[in-house]
């Protein structure tokens, strides 16, 4: 073998050594500590606590008496708009997308303004441009 391999090898084996050294002396990486995360986490944003767990530390057996999920609903005062896109193929045109969508080829002219950022000249089309469908 070549020098440089087995000084390679050397180091390679002493670092995993090393890590698996450092992960076994980490308590809060073990199994236990871990299993005794689950229901209360100290994070960033402060401590995180289960649905199940009460303040005082005790957890309630029954369901009935325990904490209820908040899922409220919020509602948004407009609708959330959905866009349709379509990759351009080759030898397609504005017309062509427009008739394919809107059932008229006269209405090219809706796609091009929704899309004058990308397609920069509306008789020429760069196959793989993604075009925004408005409705």
Do not use: C
């Amino acid at each position: 073998m070549p020098k440089d391999l087995k000084i390679g090898m050397i180091l390679g084996l002493v670092v995993v050594i090393a890590a698996a050294v450092w992960l076994a002396t980490r308590p809060s990486l073990s199994t236990k500590a871990r299993i005794g995360q689950i229901d209360t986490a100290e994070g960033l944003y402060g401590t995180v606590t289960s649905p199940n767990t009460v303040p005082g530390g005790s957890e309630h057996a029954d369901d009935h008496q325990s904490q209820a999920t908040d899922l409220t609903v919020y509602e948004r005062p407009e609708k959330i708009k959905t866009q349709r896109f379509h990759i351009v193929h080759p030898g397609e045109t504005l017309s062509s997308i427009a008739r394919q969508y809107y059932g008229s080829p006269g209405k090219w002219q809706k796609i091009y303004q929704a899309n004058q950022e990308t397609v920069k000249n509306p008789n020429k089309l760069i196959p793989g441009t993604k075009l925004i469908i408005p409705d």
